[in-house]
């Protein structure tokens, strides 16, 4: 039984599609996803690269629980997910720090949901702030951080609580370039300390090789599905700088590229349609 | 050229100049009696007033009266935010009483509250409680609409943010719902203080027998102008200060809020 459920996948998606009832009840209702089918290794780090608008987020909505998807299932460890995953932590792609609480009791909140006492929660929050590059900056409000910071703040916020799996949904987007490789960097590290999985969401291919073991590709929607899968062999531990201008790192630039590319533009042309 | 400059003198010429002109008020309303133009019979004079209010405090009467009127506004602010806050919550989570109580609770809140006031004195008496009464129909729906919106107005990604980190639905209710509410209900909380004044005076003034409302009717009632304006004055006086301790409070428990919204002050 324990073995079992030790070697079932991270994550499995199995034929989900999404539709959305149009937003004036009547007319059209909109398939964002059509038939999604993947999985995640326990202990694997896979990025999902698509056009804007091809239902990246809305997969990973469903990974989490927050969506029952129209048709298909999810199951995180074996288990299928109906209702909050348990398993997930999830970095969102749109704010969501408690504006009401300060940077140090935003990335406290996880633990004492989780029962431990106030003090104890800060306590052991101050660490991961510093562990983000935030020392001192614990009692801030997340209106008196910058984008960037408020992102790293939400990092924090997600890892202390240690989620089996990571969802992260374009968490460095908002990063200037070294801020940005840092945290990559930092990320890789603390995946390798205790190989957690991770689903990585993001627009830019480049992070999405340096970073993963596997790269899948999304079709421009409406009714996208995955049209493309990676394997990413690069030695690791990786410097997701260096790594940049391996002649191996290049190839595989390439190849996905020349099939993103296409749906880049197929799926600029449609949102500009719609 | 000068004209064209945007800003604002400093802090104390403001204030300086905000004194300028009470001052000029008193002094014009002062000349105009003083010389007739209108009769100290119907203006009252500035200086009658002041000393009125003056032997009021020294004498001690008007504490009373002052306390009544207090206790009251503070009994109607209480309740009423209480109640507001329950009702609030309760309807913003629960649909479907929402739907169904809609246009009841519109109807209550259109129509005029002073109209109750006698119904309230026939069911409660003359004592404080029929005020009470009166400034908790008047509370009740500024706290209940601040709340109902500010459940409603949590941002989706907020609430899935905390129901990721593990928050129960007691948690939700304490770390997420509450606050978004209580920043609402604090942001009406001029509102409601001021609202649970007017009804306690309403109260007062339409039938009682201890209050600054009722001691206003009671000057009226014999054309005491002075002190009728006095009363007012009195009136005003509290009304300010209690409105300098709400925006106290306000600062202390809405720090969190980015302080984009005019004020400027620190
Ligand atoms: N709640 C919803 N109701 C209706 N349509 C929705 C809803 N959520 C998403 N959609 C639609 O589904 C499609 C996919 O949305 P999604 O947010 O998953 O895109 P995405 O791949 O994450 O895009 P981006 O890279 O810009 O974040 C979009 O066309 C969007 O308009
Ligand atoms: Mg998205």
């Known amino acids: 039984m324990a073995e079992a459920a030790a070697a079932a996948p991270a994550l499995q998606l199995e034929g989900v599609t999404c539709t959305f009832p149009s937003p004036d009840g009547r007319g059209r209702s909109y398939t964002a996803v059509q038939g999604a089918s993947f999985t995640v290794a326990d202990g694997e780090f896979v990025s999902i690269v698509g056009p804007t608008g091809s239902g990246k987020s ?30 997930a932590g999830y970095m969102f792609q749109a704010e969501a720090l408690m504006p009401w609480k300060s940077a140090l009791d935003n990335v406290a909140a996880g633990l004492e949901f989780r029962g431990v006492s106030k003090a104890e929660a800060r306590e052991r929050a101050l660490p991961w702030l510093s562990r983000v590059g935030l020392e001192g900056f614990g009692d801030r409000f997340p209106h008196q951080l910058s984008g960037g910071m408020r992102k790293r703040v939400a990092l924090a916020q997600t890892l202390i609580v240690d989620p089996k799996i990571i969802l992260m949904d374009e968490p460095f987007s908002a990063l200037d370039v070294q801020t940005r490789q840092m945290m990559e960097n930092e990320l890789l590290d603390l995946w390798a300390a205790d190989r957690k999985s991770v689903v990585f969401i993001t627009h830019d291919l480049e992070e999405a090789i340096a970073m993963s073991d596997r790269v899948l590709v999304l079709s421009a929607g409406p009714g996208s599905r995955l049209i493309g899968e990676y394997r990413i062999d690069l030695d690791r531990p990786r410097d997701v700088a260096e790594i940049r201008m391996t002649p191996q790192f290049l190839a595989l630039h390439q190849e996905i590229w020349a099939q993103l590319r296409d749906e880049v533009l197929k799926g600029y042309a449609q949102t500009k349609l719609r | 050229m000068r004209s064209h400059a945007k800003r604002l003198p400093s802090r104390p010429v403001i204030l300086l100049l905000q004194l300028g002109v009470l001052i000029a008020f008193f002094l014009i309303w002062h000349l105009l009696t003083d010389t007739k133009i209108l009769s100290p019979f119907f203006f009252g004079t500035p200086g009658a007033v002041l000393a009125r209010t003056w032997a009021d405090f020294a004498s001690g009467v008007i504490w009373y009266h002052l306390g009544i009127t207090l206790l009251e506004t503070a009994l109607a602010f209480i309740i009423g935010t209480v109640a507001g806050i329950a009702f609030g919550f309760w309807f913003a989570r629960a649909p479907l009483v929402s739907v169904v109580f809609d246009p009841y609770i519109k109807a209550v809140n259109a129509l005029p509250r002073v109209v109750l006031a006698p119904i309230f004195a026939l069911w409660l008496g003359l004592g404080i409680w029929s005020k009470v009464a009166l400034g908790v129909t008047l509370v009740f729906f500024i706290v209940f609409f601040n709340v109902y919106q500010g459940v409603k107005e949590v941002s989706p990604v907020v609430l899935a943010n905390a129901r990721m980190l593990g928050a129960s639905s007691r948690d939700l209710f304490r770390h997420v719902y509450l606050p978004s509410a209580l920043s609402w209900v604090f942001s009406s909380l001029h509102t409601a203080v001021g609202f649970a004044m007017v009804g306690a005076v309403v109260g007062e003034y339409l039938g009682s027998a201890a209050g600054l409302g009722y001691r206003i009717h009671q000057a009226e009632g014999v054309f005491d102008t002075v002190g009728v304006f006095s009363g007012m004055l009195v009136l005003t006086i509290f009304v300010v200060l209690i409105d300098a301790a709400v925006t106290m409070i306000e600062k202390r428990l809405l720090h969190w809020r980015p302080q984009d919204t005019g004020g400027g002050q620190h």
Do not use: H
């Not at chain 1, 927050?66 to 199951?75: D, Q, W």
């Open chain 1, 58 to 87: 809305t997969m990973l909505n469903v990974a989490a629980g927050l969506l029952k998807p129209s048709e298909g299932r999810a199951l995180s460890f074996g288990q299928p997910v109906t209702g909050i995953n348990p398993k």
